[in-house]
């Protein structure tokens, strides 16, 4: 469904196919594997690819490998999506917004079928003969030679594609009516396509084959690059999906899950991990993302036992850790929570509505905007939220980074390698991040600190055209060329050049989806209130970990030993409230009253007691024998001591 692009020309080479053959548009998702964004937008993507199957094609390239193509569509940050119709790029946008990628997929399928269309010549003619009768047919061959030759590396005379929209299109406003259209690319056409290459090459003979010790520099690498384009093909086809035992692995059931738990990152698997060690068997609803963890493309260098690990290895290993224990997980993002009656009642964004005895509320928090003038415009432009970067992208740029905690200061740090300057802005005159990452940006030679200063507006100018890099028509996009920034203290506005801003000034926890149900703390909105020294939230049932309860500390390690918390305060709930596994004493309630439905059998033919008897008979016998045998031995004895009794008398 989502091929993963493993070279530049086989990217090229799907575009010239899809141009050539199917007409069908390409949206390539640019991503990496350390973006959590781009792995919260995954499922949505595959889910894209099925309803869109044969109207359009999915592909994702990993911006960490194939830095060619990062650079030809100059993708900026991730995840970044392109859409192209006819190897032409049509839209293009960052971010993970999932209403824009698929407004933009079907307005890339709209386009593709309103060019999959052809002219013809006689078409033509017969549409003037009827509205325009003292029109020539010279003079409509001549129309439709200016419509091919409106096609770049047409090679033909035809009239297809949008040129040929756009002149139906003026007739119709002309003649009030379109001429009537031919499609160019039909499924038959292309499957016949297919079926005709695949007897080429089954029919080809080895004659026909290139002698490899007589062939030039030319032919040898063409054939080499032929035989690499077959084995990507045959590892396309044989890809699995490395996270799909983490996507769909719960079956519904006529029961209610005993734990329920919404959240991937730390706080989340932890309390998987826990509840599936008590056989408990939670069900983890959660994208695939991992939490802020997932997006800590450096060292995790504080999470004790962890050593030299990233972010998205360590969340890997506690899935997988929890998995193994027996945790089941639902690809999904958690809406809504109905805890006005027992079971508490779990709604999904995909339909699903899930009961459960538990719930652990370990849903993370969600980055937070600046909100000022520019800053929506140019994301992906070099607007960026604080999530892991290639730093080649800005080798020699002026860069700046918006925040003073743990993140920004991560961020700065990172950038600073490659990055020809980096000013890391902030409100206040000092950081709240870590001592030892703020030690580091405040010496480090590349980075400058501005403190005490907000940045007002993000200014842009519209992005050069890419040499070789065909676009429509499509507004051009805006990218950063500098920031306003404000000095609080003295009110002062200075314009500082930059070609990224990067955005980290925290989060926000995402429980929305809580609302009117728990309470939440106050001074603090958005966080869950929970009883003191306990994940209990103010609703019986329901336990809230991580991000979501913590507004002090916010660490990753902190919001693991909550998760562990909150599955062990769930797990005495139950205990408390008597509720086990419904399914199985349901299963052993049915078994016993099948087995005391049975009719009675006496004086029936019964093998089993038959071979029971015989058993209770050959205990008997051999009991008798035994007997039998101790009475002769003692006779045996007693007659032996009376003639030796016999004996001594004699003998005095």
């Excluded at 392109?82 to 999932?98: C, D, P």
């Excluded at 990172?414 to 940006?441: G, K, M, N, P, Y």
């Amino acid at each position: 469904i989502v091929r993963n692009i493993k070279s530049t020309h086989e990217f090229d080479a799907l575009l010239k196919k899809h141009s050539t053959e199917t007409g069908f548009p390409v949206v390539a998702d640019f991503y990496s594997d350390g973006c959590g964004p781009c792995r919260m937008i995954a499922p949505i993507f595959r889910q894209l690819a099925e309803q869109n199957k044969g109207k359009a094609v999915y592909v994702k390239v990993d911006m960490n490998r194939q830095h060619e193509l990062a650079q030809r569509y100059q993708v900026r940050s991730m995840p970044t999506f392109v859409f192209l119709v006819g190897g032409k790029v049509v839209n293009q946008f960052s971010g993970a917004g999932e209403g824009q990628l698929r407004q933009f997929s079907h307005s890339a399928i709209a386009q593709a079928e309103e060019e999959n269309v052809v002219l013809t010549e006689e078409s033509l003619i017969a549409y003037y003969k009827e509205k325009d009768p003292e029109k020539d047919e010279y003079s409509v061959r001549e129309i439709i030679q200016k419509c091919a030759g409106l096609i770049k590396n047409n090679k033909t005379d035809k009239c297809y594609g949008r040129p040929a929209f756009n002149l139906g299109r003026k007739l119709r406003k002309k003649y009030k009516v379109m001429p009537d259209f031919d499609k160019r690319f039909t499924p038959e056409n292309a499957d016949a396509n297919t079926e005709e290459q695949k007897e080429k090459s089954r029919s080809k003979s080895k004659s026909d084959e290139p002698n490899l010790h007589l062939a030039t520099m030319e032919q040898l690498e063409e054939e080499l690059q032929k035989r690499l384009d077959e084995i990507l093909e045959a590892e396309n086809e044989a890809a699995v999906d490395d996270d799909a035992e983490f996507q769909h692995s719960w079956t519904p059931s006529d029961f209610p899950e005993r734990v329920v738990i919404v959240g991937g990152g730390p706080a989340g698997l932890s309390a998987a991990i826990y509840a599936a060690r008590a056989g408990l068997v939670p069900l983890v609803i959660a994208p695939p993302i991992g939490g802020q963890l997932q997006g800590k493309g450096v060292d995790v260098e504080n999470f004790p036992g962890i050593h030299m690990d990233t972010g998205p290895g360590i969340v890997a290993k506690m899935r997988e850790q929890a998995f193994e224990f027996g945790a089941l997980f639902e690809a999904d993002m958690v809406v809504k929570v109905d805890a006005s009656s027992k079971p508490i009642k779990v709604f999904t964004e995909g339909g699903t509505k899930v009961e459960t005895h538990t719930v652990i509320v370990a849903s993370g928090a969600d980055s937070k905007w600046l909100g000022i003038p520019g800053e929506y415009d140019m994301r992906g432009g070099g607007v960026i939220l604080a999530l892991p970067v290639m730093e080649r992208l800005f080798f020699g740029k002026d860069v700046i980074v918006v925040g003073g905690g743990d993140t920004a200061m991560e961020d700065a740090l990172v950038l600073a390698r490659t990055s020809q300057s980096v000013s890391v802005v902030h409100r206040r005159d000092s950081f709240r991040a870590s001592s030892i990452l703020a030690q580091r940006v405040i010496t480090h030679k590349k980075i400058t600190v501005l403190w005490n200063t907000t940045v007002n507006e993000i200014l842009g100018e519209d992005a050069p055209l890419v040499e070789g890099i065909e676009t429509s028509d499509a507004p051009p996009r805006k990218i950063v060329t500098g920031a306003v920034l404000n000095d609080i203290v003295t009110g002062k506005e200075t314009i500082l050049p930059v070609q990224a801003v990067f955005v980290a000034i925290g989060h926000m926890p995402h429980t929305s989806f809580l609302e009117g149900v728990v309470d939440f703390q106050e001074g603090h909105a958005g966080y869950v209130k929970t009883k003191a020294e306990s994940t209990w939230t103010s609703v019986e049932g329901i336990f809230a970990s991580g991000d979501v309860s913590d507004p002090i500390y916010r660490q990753a390690v902190t919001s693991a030993g909550s998760g562990a918390a909150a599955a062990l305060d769930a797990e005495r709930y139950l205990s408390e409230y008597g509720l086990g596994n419904e399914a199985a004493e349901f299963e052993a309630e049915l078994l016993r009253e099948m087995m005391e439905d049975l009719p009675s059998r006496e004086g029936e033919y019964n093998a089993y007691e038959e071979e029971s008897n015989r058993g209770k008979g050959m205990k008997e016998s051999m009991a008798a024998d035994k007997e039998q045998t101790n009475d002769t031995a003692e006779e045996r004895r007693m007659e032996s001591n009376k003639a030796g009794t016999d004996e001594d008398h004699i003998e005095l």
